[in-house]
């Protein structure tokens, strides 16, 4: 665990992360806290989950994690069936679950990023079959599994240009390095063809050089499909080879094969698939079937609101309580019997998840198995219809390496001697750039002499009656004398090599001294920094063991010492109790009257007996009220009614009052008219 902590606190604080940790602070930090540093990591390999992880859902956080770890093809360590809790320590961020997952994802970044890239296009659709009878949703989908196909190979072109060693710098450098040689090409090349046009019957000596020419390529082309036949031959005493120890391998293990052992294995077989038909498959079906019915329900009701919602919370919030009351009633009402019977039901729940969690196993590795066969089936008939071999494997693949590896160290050797001839050509070419500016020079000095002298064309007029006299004497020693300054100069320039060389001997062997002693030097620093890493963080363990040792110690303390004046406040009451009861039992026992009513157990048998006076005094007037409840009730009816009557009364009168009122002054206002 120490060095799967150590090497994720080394990654983190390396580009891109930079974060800084050591072993107490990376071991100290929150759930959430590890959960974001684990969303930066996988943000690393896919850009898409570069978020906050405080803006989502626990749930949702889990969710896309899992997918995309589920994508990158990570298995969690341990017990592989318990999905469950690994989802739930994912949801809490709990260290076992989250060291792993960062462990194996630093270890392997480019590879994830790349197969994460690879999976956005990849990873195909998963569409219905009833979709697909569809003519366009068929066509469709016909054609974005093609873009797919496509995809691969132009993925796969891509890679073997990358890992092919060609980069255009260096292809650039051929190209101009070919072009320098081009033009002294030419030159050489045109100056040839004026030597062999001098030659008589040149025409048929160059037809034959052409047709050696063709023999040899011929000659190349069967050697080359000599090798190619060598190497099929080679090839099918391998497969024969294969199938034979296959043969001798089935041969065998049907020698080995009893009819028991094959009985046990058949009915080993037919109780799995019997189980996986009658149990796991039909309950598998029923939980589809059902949540299938579930969603036709969910998608048939309309939409639903806020409102809604909140109403569906109130009743599931109600039936959760409905559902906690039952159990504890169970538990109240709960028969030993059942009890008895808990232990046995429990055993057989684990015996049924743990045969449940191996079928679904079991069917795991079969569809992993189908699927290798299916995928090795369609890549041995690709490269057999590519290339009508058989796929190299083991032993064969391996010979393959070490043979390329070699061809490799020998294109490498022989590229650097081209290299160097290349430089040495360089050289030669300067020198007899150097020699020819120097004959000009010389030659314009020599003019500039003759033409001082009065004889000016002297030296061109004896080397014409020279180029005449010895014209074939020149041409046959011309290229004799050319190779002969050559070599001396080419001797020249290894004795200046030899020279040099000889000169730099003692430098690189002091260089090489040092060399060693750096490298030692260098061990020593590594072997020291690991040392002092390591006693760094074993210190760093130790101050924090103490510290929390001292912590512990401090809180154990102060538990003490709280629990100390709890004693001492204890059994303070106590002797005040003690005391008071002792005071308590002198007062009862004195002789005296007085001291022996200021006893507590005297004043509460007189407060006793007041109060019990009191209630008898209560019960007889709750007695008598009953009795007189409903004459009293009667009388009371009786006064409301006189009470309703009264009322009436004094509305009518009130009403009388109002209307002789009114009469009275309609009738003065008649008056009134009689008299105008």
């Known amino acids: 665990m120490s060095e799967q902590l150590k090497l994720i606190v080394e990654q983190l604080n390396k580009d891109p992360f930079r974060k800084n940790f050591n072993l107490i602070t990376f071991d100290s930090l929150e759930p959430m806290q590890l959960l974001q540093i684990l969303n930066d990591v996988l943000a690393e390999v896919d850009p898409k989950h570069a978020i906050d992880i405080r803006e989502e859902m626990p749930e949702q956080t889990a969710k896309r994690m899992c997918a995309l770890l589920g994508m990158l093809k990570y298995k969690p360590p341990g017990n592989q069936s318990d999905l469950s809790g690994f989802r739930q320590g994912l949801v809490v961020g709990s260290k076992p679950a989250v060291h792993p997952i960062l462990h194996w994802l630093l270890q392997r970044v480019p590879e994830l990023k790349k197969r994460a890239y690879l999976a956005r296009f990849l990873v195909k659709l998963d569409v219905p079959a009833e979709f697909l009878a569809d003519d366009v949703i068929g066509d469709t989908y016909h054609q974005y599994e093609e873009l797919v196909e496509g995809f691969k190979t132009n993925h796969k072109e891509c890679e073997q240009l990358r890992t092919s060693g060609f980069s255009t710098a260096e292809i650039r450098r051929d190209i101009g390095a070919m072009e320098e040689e081009k033009g002294p090409l030419i030159k050489r090349v045109e100056r040839l063809k004026k030597r062999v046009e001098s030659v008589s019957n040149h025409q048929q000596m160059l037809e034959q050089a052409r047709q050696l020419r063709v023999e040899k390529k011929r000659e190349e082309h069967l050697a080359h499909q000599k090798q190619e036949q060598k190497n099929q031959l080679f090839q099918a005493q391998q497969r024969l080879q294969r199938l034979q120890q296959q043969l001798k391998d089935m041969r065998h293990a049907a020698a080995d094969a009893s009819p028991d052992s094959l009985m046990k294995r058949l009915e080993e077989e037919i109780k799995i698939n019997s189980y996986m038909v009658s149990e796991k498959l039909p309950k598998e079906l029923e939980v589809l079937k059902r949540t299938v019915q579930y969603l036709q329900k969910v998608a048939s009701e309309p939409a639903m609101g806020h409102g809604d919602l909140l109403e569906l919370r109130d009743k599931i919030k109600g039936v959760d309580m409905q559902i906690n009351h039952l159990i504890e009633k169970k538990m109240m009402r709960s028969d030993p019997i059942d009890d008895k ?66 061809k490799g160290t020998v294109y490498k050797k022989k590229r650097q001697e081209i290299a160097e001839l290349k430089a040495e050509y360089g050289v030669l070419q300067r020198t007899e750039e150097i020699l020819k500016q120097r004959h000009e020079a010389v030659q314009e000095k020599l003019q500039t002499m003759e033409a001082e002298k009065g004889i000016s064309g002297y030296s061109n007029t004896q080397e014409e009656l020279e180029r005449v006299s010895a014209i074939k004497s020149e041409l046959d020693e011309k290229k004799g004398r050319t190779l002969d300054d050559m070599s001396e100069m080419v001797k020249q320039l290894n004795s200046m090599i030899v020279e040099k060389k000889s000169a730099l001997a003692p430098i690189i062997k002091e260089l090489r001294s040092l060399r060693q002693q750096c490298q030692v030097l260098n061990q020593e620093h590594e072997e020291k920094k690991s040392q002092y890493e390591s006693c760094g963080a074993g210190l760093e363990s130790n101050r924090s063991k103490l510290e929390q040792e001292v912590k512990a110690l401090r809180e154990e303390t102060a538990q003490e010492e709280n629990r100390y004046h709890y004693i001492n406040s204890k059994s303070e009451i106590t002797e005040m109790q003690i005391q008071r009861a002792a005071e308590e039992m002198k007062a009862y026992v004195s002789s005296d009257v007085q001291e022996r009513k200021r ?53 009518c009168f009130i009403k009388v009052q109002n209307e002789a009122s009114v009469g009275q002054v309609i009738q003065e206002g008649g008056e009134d008219r009689l008299v105008l």
Request: hydrophobic share 35%; with cysteine.
């Open 599 to 651: 006893a507590i157990r005297e004043v509460y048998m007189k407060n006793i007996a007041e109060q019990e006076l009191l209630g008898k005094k209560l019960r007889e007037k709750q007695k008598m009220v009953r009795e007189s409840h409903s004459a009293n009730m009667e009388q009371m009816k009786m006064w409301q009614d006189l009470e309703q009557l009264m009322e009436c009364k004094r509305q």
């Open 341 to 406: 019977l808990t232990l046995y039901r429990q055993q057989a729940s684990i015996i049924i998840r743990k045969k449940e969690a191996k079928a679904e196993e079991l069917q795991e590795a079969r569809e992993e198995l189908a699927a290798a066969e299916r995928e090795l089936t369609h890549r041995t008939s690709q490269a057999l219809a590519s290339n009508g071999e058989e796929v190299v494997r083991g032993d064969e693949l391996k010979r393959l390496v070490v043979k390329l590896r070699s």
